[in-house]
């Protein structure tokens, strides 16, 4: 059942079966004239059926309910066609649009993991095992970007949009000044550590990220609504924890590669991960596909601090200490 975590926002916890993460904090925000939703859930019948029951529950009239995705990953973006029904508007950042739109965004970041050392032993395995592929969006939806700077207006809150790069590109937050309320999807997370990922040679998005994290720590808040887990109360204490976590994960990648070169799937494969798995060779195929994202954002981050060197090697890019 929906909870009030403010005054007229309610959250609904959807679930995300087999999936580490376990849920997802979709909210509504109640308004006389309109509604606005921030994120949807994945599109799948276990999240379909308790989103229904708790929008029914809340009486809330789709036709009068706008849409706010904070990124476009599938547990954030899937039920949207679903939400507005292709008639109320899905707001969500221009870079993130710009993903979903482009054709070859599967294929490209598989060339990017196989050139980094992912097992060419059908890889095309990963692709579709990931939940972004399998429930993402089907349906139309009336894509509205949101840029930084930008006001939703619902009742008498006046959200500010705050782009956030890292998670993904177009990664945004709803910050309402007055309240001293940020929904910040997936940038900040009270019990576990959002998933930075770089697929693509170009982006440092770790960097953006901690970027992010600094602009964020300037505002004034009193209460985050994340898009997984706990609410935060304290985000100034959360957003140094998270600072200090990615400066000793990049420490730990310096460490792992001494004074010799390898791929990012091997240095992926050293690091330690919080999973309850005995080793790295029992990880699932999907999990082996996040720590190698994880580990070429920080290889990124050291690469563009001018920490690391690369070097291709007939097709496998290879990293080594400067």
């Known amino acids: ?39 949807t859930g994945m599109n799948r019948s276990e999240c379909i059926e308790v989103l229904d029951q708790g929008l029914a529950s809340l ?13 476009l990953h599938a547990d954030h973006l899937g039920l949207a066609p679903h939400v507005s029904q292709g008639r109320t508007s899905v707001h969500m950042g221009p870079a993130d649009i710009e993903n979903i739109n482009e054709r070859d965004y599967w294929s490209r970041m598989l060339s990017f993991a196989l050139k980094n050392g992912f097992p060419a032993v ?25 840029n930084d700077g930008d006001i939703i207006i619902v009742g008498d809150r006046r959200f500010k949009v705050v ?23 997936d940038h900040i997370l009270g019990d576990i550590t959002p998933n ?12 953006d990220y901690l970027f992010s994290l600094k602009l964020v720590r300037e505002l004034e808040i009193d209460l985050v609504l994340p898009g997984h887990r706990s609410l935060i109360r304290d985000p100034v204490r959360r957003i140094d924890e998270l600072i200090e976590h990615h400066r000793e994960r990049a420490h730990e990648v310096l460490d792992i590669m001494g004074t010799g070169a390898m791929n990012g799937f091997s240095i992926a494969s050293r690091m330690t991960w ?7 060779e029992e990880f699932p195929i999907m999990q082996k596909w996040f720590a190698l994202g994880e580990a070429l954002a920080h290889i990124r981050l050291l690469e563009s601090n001018e920490r690391l060197l690369k070097e291709d090697r007939e097709g496998i890019v290879f990293y080594r200490n400067r």
């Open 122 to 146: 059908d890889p095309q395995e990963a692709i579709r095992k990931h939940p972004g592929f399998k429930y993402g969006p089907l349906g139309p939806m009336n894509l509205t970007p949101a």
């Open 196 to 207: 930075i990922s770089n697929w693509d040679g170009e982006e440092d998005p770790l960097s």
């Open 163 to 185: 782009h956030t790069p890292g998670h993904t590109r177009g990664h945004n937050c709803l910050y309402e000044e007055d309240e001293k309320l940020l929904l910040s999807g």
């Open 274 to 280: 919080d999973l309850s798995y005995k080793s790295f």
């Open 1 to 39: 059942m929906p909870r009030e975590v403010a005054p007229g926002i309610f959250q609904i916890e959807l679930p995300l079966p087999r999936n580490p993460l376990r849920s997802m904090n979709s909210y509504i925000v109640t308004g006389e004239d309109r509604n606005l939703m921030v994120d």
């Open 59 to 71: 009486d809330i009239d789709l036709s009068k309910t706008d849409v706010f995705v904070t990124h």
